[in-house]
């Protein structure tokens, strides 16, 4: 199934959808097909697939350690087609990766490869709006959907131009900061940016994400109005602490299970 | 002011922090043409920073290059030691305007990040420095230095703990304190507008020898040279000559003879995004950033800023590479021949500066600026020497 197409039939059936962050790791190989059916048993709606980079300034202690273990490791652009190829037959998958590594291998090139791996969406943290154009036609050349990040203090009108914009989901970030960030999920209100990126663009889901970690803090950000949440950092944490594909599934459940708090 | 030059610059940030940058395009817009503000920024240039800086006619140090005459742009001598201070002013009153409390500020070989630190005791903000732990403890006197002026300095132990890994640490508290921070950015790199940003307030420099060397031999020099890390000094040599004849050279730190780039980001580099902005960029075939080297903790960084790259590519800039052993060679030569101490950073535009002299004539001028001097480093040089 399709980013896009999964998260739009959620959203009309009003079921709050789970993304989950997962970091390409060499190391990981083995693990990553029972990870990503613990996932999809536990309820989560897709995948994506962040591909390491060196520097990753959009990114926590958390993400950013687990960015450097992995090139530690030795992950390439292959290892990630690898993955890619494995994880999609399971559950709708996009990439998530900084510019560079785009840049580097073609943006043309690099997005038919992950389209033929069977990656359906592309997030690149460090993309403004205005550096956005040249990839959003790329994706499309490739039936990617491109995913736009909104963030907390960027104007009513920047906001929608964003949200319409943006294809498979508005990823709205719930906080000033990186990933992982503030310890009780969403800091800031962001209702009036759910409800103005629904306006905006009324077919199109919005997934709040950066600092997610529990039911709790999913229960509070669905509680926006939001269509769903992207859990990263914790979902690391929960892989680095456990060995076993049902304690994985456990904490996806928990999450997944959230509805919002009224 | 250009967001981009030629296909280069732009900028490549998180959402987040496309407000802080919006806002910072648009008072420094409006700052550039208040009265008041030019000022204000004319007056602490002089009474607190000591420019205009003067050009020197380097006698001795011509004789060992044995051709065209070598004059010193003389930015060691400015407030702090070196043209950091430039931006650091010109920012630090755009922080007050914005009405931002708060200022942070990268730094490799310590220069950017006392001259922050001085600015921000100078205005009364307060004043905090990312730095590697690499530089740290190859530029200690710099970070007593800091401390002393009130700022506080963090640690960086991410990464290669260099000039690049103190970028990430700024621009991830940049994201988290958009609202009350201002990222003092020290070089001409970054997201738009600061390489604009950046250069326009560092062309005091090329300003100053266009008048300056009129008066002192008549007319603008053959050619100009300076060292380029990220490229703020070069950038201000050059961008206020940039419709002149007068060439420019470029120097960037070659690393140890044998290192395979050195911190040569143009030279070796393949254009990418770093820290903003689409640019050379040292880097592998999977764009990871690569591993740099350089004995001058103020050169050693893997990105340069994207006006060089556009005036490479059109051909009106050259750049070269030197090594560390030559940029050594040439702080000596500096401290026998003409009895100033430069850092190692412009240490490697004396070497190139001594050979570009060798080719040419002697009825040429070369200028080259001598970005900061050499006390910092004095640890580093003896220690080579040994």
Known sequence: MRLD????????????????????????????SGIARAARDGGAAAIELGFPFSEPIADGPELAAAHARSLAHGT????????????????????????????????????????????????????SLEESPPYRAAARAHAVCLVLLAAPGISTERLSRIAR??????????????????????????????????????????????GVRDAISARRTLATGADGVVVGSAFERCINRTATTSSVARFVRSIAAARAST | MPRRFGPYGGAYVPETLVPALEELDRAWRSARRDPEFRGELGRLQRTLGGRPTPLYFAKRLTRRGRGAEIWLK????????????????????????????????ETGAGQH???????????????????????????????ERMRLLGARVIPVREGSRTLKDAINAALR????????????????????????????????????????????????????VACVGGGSNAIGTFHPLRSTSVEFLGVEAGGPKGHRVGAASLERGLPGVLHGSYS??????????????????????????????????????????????????????????????????PAHAIFAAVREARRRPAKERIVVTLSGRGDKDLEVVIRAAR
């Open chain 2, 173 to 224: 508290d940049w994201i988290t304190n958009v609202r009350t921070t201002h990222y003092l950015l020290g070089s001409a790199v970054g997201p738009h507008p600061f390489p604009t940003l950046v250069a326009e307030l560092q062309s005091v420099i090329g300003r100053e020898i266009r008048r300056q060397s009129r008066r002192a031999f008549g007319r603008l020099p053959d050619v100009v």
């Open chain 2, 74 to 105: 003389r930015e060691d001598l400015l407030h702090g030691g070196a043209h950091k201070f430039n931006n650091a002013l010109g920012q630090g009153l755009l922080a007050v305007r914005m009405g931002k409390p708060r200022l942070i500020a």
């Open chain 1, 5 to 32: 197409d999964a998260l739009r039939d959620a959203r009309a059936a009003h079921r709050p959808s789970l993304v989950l962050y997962l970091l390409v790791d060499r190391a990981r190989r083995a693990r990553v």
């Open chain 1, 76 to 127: 390439g652009w292959p290892d990630l087609l690898d993955t890619l190829r494995v994880v999609s037959r399971i559950l709708p998958t996009a990439v998530m990766t900084y510019a560079n590594p785009l840049v580097r291998r073609g943006l043309d090139r690099a997005i038919d490869e992950i389209s033929g791996a069977g990656a359906t969406g592309l997030i690149v943290p460090d993309l």
């Open chain 2, 280 to 345: 050379y960029v040292l880097q592998d075939r999977n764009g990871q950033v690569a591993a740099t080297e350089s004995i001058s903790a103020g050169l050693d960084y893997p990105g340069v800023g994207p006006e060089h790259a556009y005036l490479k590519d059109t051909g009106r800039a050259r750049y070269v590479a030197v090594h560390d052993e030559e940029a050594l060679a040439a702080f000596h030569w500096l401290a026998e021949d003409e009895g100033i101490l430069p850092a190692l950073e």
């Open chain 1, 165 to 210: 914009a943006s294809r498979g989901f508005l990823y709205l970030v719930g906080h000033y900061g990186t990933t992982g960030g503030a310890a009780r999920g969403a800091t800031v209100d962001l209702r009036p940016s759910v409800a103005e990126a629904h306006a905006a663009a009324p077919q199109l889901p919005v997934l709040i994400g950066f």
């Open chain 2, 113 to 143: 990040g006392v001259a922050t630190a001085m600015i921000g005791a100078a205005l009364g903000l307060e004043t905090e420095v990312y730095m590697g732990t690499v530089d740290m403890a190859r530029q200690r006197p710099n970070v």
